[in-house]
């Protein structure tokens, strides 16, 4: 039987954020020109060969922002075959010019899963990249970037911060991200890009997770610009250039010191704080949780090449293999009642996550089911994501029951396992292709694909 490497985790090292805290800027200069982006410029085979190495994890094969490991970011990877970039020094509904895509490529978007790859990547292989990204869309080839020009900044003072104060509460910022900046008071708290994704309005006191660039100068473009494909609006128009350098201004003074900056009693105080919105929100806690301990990962069907499918989320029935101990289906996690958690009690919830009892009374086995992990969780982490899981949209998706094997098969496999030290794969099969990855379950060190495994 024929191997290869299979990544199936792969988009894990794509995950890291690398944190950047840019100065505030407040030099006049020109920050974009139609001229700097060639739309007559063709792909390469380099390029094409490190998007595939690098980006397609995410971004998927043909661009459309379907990667293996799209299903499981937040927010999800752009669909780059639309040419519509947030993140840009060109107008609203505009492409983004060379360096736009540059600047996203080598800094990396804060507090998502695209990293910087300045390491990584070198300058004549960032144009060949930077050509083919530009390929997978054909308005690159027909439309020209509109740049905006800056004018002249003034300094910042508490006089231009008291003006863009005003201008804040007149654009009714305060709606979305509060009238403290981070979502105090905010009377719209649910949002949706124009794909349908959930998405959260930007915190204004942690300038470190501004994804296009936190100096005065990239805020401003930010209201300059607007952030298409989300409900950011560009205020030209709205407001006066003036106003908009004031208000980029204010958002800068509304930065808090971070957390590596504090003090003891600092630390505690702002950590206490964030119990507070864990208390007083469990069902967007059970989302963070849920999200970030990787439930989304195992609990969701996949398609055939290990992506998973999004209508399905959380609605189980991915299979694996685990010899010596059968064959199991992850469960459904949606509130559905004949096939989900909707005829469990909460008690029963938190004796399947915290000490693997399933409602029958049977014990899971520590793997893939994580309980030895989970049970570190506090009581009040587990009810927040119970919380969560019965506030999403019930999914029908019957669950078969497990597959155990036949005793003389089980004792072999326990010899192979205990006595003879063998690493036997666990092998996970995606969609109806007749494939599967196989993980270690011993130590999940060894992951591979397997050809033609039923």
């Known amino acids: 039987m024929k191997t290869s490497p299979l990544q199936v985790f792969g ?26 982006s060639d ?77 910087a790859w300045k390491s990584f990547i070198d300058r004549d292989s960032l144009k060949a990249l930077v050509a083919y990204v530009k390929s997978l869309s054909p308005r690159f080839s027909t439309e020209t970037p509109k740049g ?6 003034v300094p910042i003072s508490p006089a231009t ?69 989300t409900p950011m609006p560009s205020y030209k128009g709205t407001a006066t250039n003036v106003e908009m350098w004031n208000l980029a201004q204010y958002v800068a003074s509304m930065a808090r010191k971070p957390v590596w900056s504090m003090n003891e009693q600092e630390v505690r105080a702002h950590y206490a704080k964030l119990e507070a919105q864990a208390i007083a929100d469990p069902i967007a806690r059970g989302r963070y949780l849920v999200s970030s301990l990787g439930c989304i990962d195992c609990h969701t069907p996949t398609k055939a090449g290990g992506a998973l499918t999004s209508d399905l989320l959380l609605a ?25 958690i909707g005829s469990k009690s909460d008690d029963q919830l938190v004796q399947a996550i915290r000490r693997g009892v399933r409602s029958d009374g049977t014990r899971m086995l520590p793997f893939p089911m994580p ?57 996970i099969h995606y969609g109806n292709a007749g494939s599967s990855g196989a993980i270690s379950a011993h130590l999940l060190s060894t992951i591979e694909r397997k050809e033609g495994v039923q």
């Open 11 to 36: 988009w894990a090292s794509s995950i890291l954020v690398f944190v950047l805290f840019l100065g505030w800027g407040v030099e006049a200069k020109v920050v974009s020109r139609a001229s700097e």
């Open 39 to 115: 739309p007559t410029a063709t792909s390469s085979p380099l390029g094409k060969k490190i998007y595939e190495e690098k980006c397609a994890a995410c971004h998927g094969l043909t661009g459309k922002g379907d990667g293996v490991a799209a299903v499981t970011l937040s927010p999800k990877p752009r669909d780059l075959t639309t040419g519509r970039y947030k993140f840009r020094s060109t107008e609203s509904g505009s492409i983004p010019t060379d360096d736009d895509i540059i600047r996203t490529i080598r800094e990396g978007l804060h507090g998502t899963s695209m990293p």
């Open 148 to 153: 905006v020009m800056v004018g002249l900044v």
């Open 161 to 229: 911060i008291a003006a863009g104060k005003r201008v804040y509460e007149k654009l009714q910022c305060g709606v979305c991200h509060g009238s403290d900046g981070e979502g105090g008071g905010a009377t719209t708290t649910e949002f949706f890009d124009d794909w349908g994704q959930r998405i959260v309005a930007t915190n204004l006191t942690e300038p470190w997770t501004f994804r296009g660039g936190s100096n005065v100068r990239d805020i401003y473009l930010r209201f300059r610009t607007g952030i298409d494909g």
């Open 316 to 340: 189980g029935g991915q299979r694996w293999d685990i010899p010596p101990f059968g064959t199991l289906y992850t469960a459904n996690l949606t509130p559905d009642v004949e096939s989900g």
């Open 371 to 427: 309980w030895p992990a989970l049970a570190q969780l506090s009581e009040r982490d587990v009810k927040a994501i119970i919380a969560y899981l019965r506030s999403l949209p019930p999914v029908k998706n019957k669950i078969p029951d497990r597959e155990t094997p036949n005793i003389f098969s089980y004792l072999w496999g326990k010899f192979r396992l205990l006595i003879l030290k063998e690493q036997m794969p666990a092998y």
